[in-house]
């Protein structure tokens, strides 16, 4: 049954980052947004806790860069402060009405004994 809820989930989750408009991204890009989904709106976080984070342990500090360089360019975060300040903001942070029903749909993972 776990193999069926992780398929579940697996799906789940590429239709949110669909719905999102971030499935064209590669994986680090998309975990630097979650990353940055974490901190409250307007709140902003630095890259050297994006880098110290746990997600972002596979990934080289090369590809993390261009990925935040990606993100930027497209408008999905922002810097903030000067040039070599290291502080960026998500700039979208709705998710579509689309994405919040797939969400709704996933199956409760408690059960009744």
């Known amino acids: 049954m776990t193999h069926g809820l992780l398929a579940q989930l697996r799906r789940a989750v590429r239709q949110l980052e669909h719905d999102m408009g971030l499935a064209r991204y590669s994986e680090c890009e998309r975990d630097i947004v979650c990353f940055g989904q974490d901190f409250p709106s307007e709140a902003s976080f630095d890259v050297r806790n994006l880098l110290a984070d746990e997600s972002m342990r596979n990934y080289s500090?090369?590809?993390?860069?261009?990925?935040?360089?990606?993100?930027?360019?497209?408008?999905?975060?922002?810097?903030?402060?000067?040039?070599?300040?290291?502080?960026?903001?998500?700039?979208?942070?709705?998710?579509?009405?689309?994405?919040?029903?797939?969400?709704?749909?996933?199956?409760?993972?408690?059960?009744?004994?």
């Open 61 to 113: 500090r090369p590809t993390i860069f261009r990925g935040l360089k990606t993100l930027v360019d497209d408008q999905i975060i922002e810097k903030v402060g000067g040039p070599r300040s290291g502080v960026y903001r998500v700039v979208r942070r709705s998710v579509p009405r689309g994405a919040a029903v797939a969400a709704e749909r996933m199956p409760s993972t408690s059960r009744a004994g």
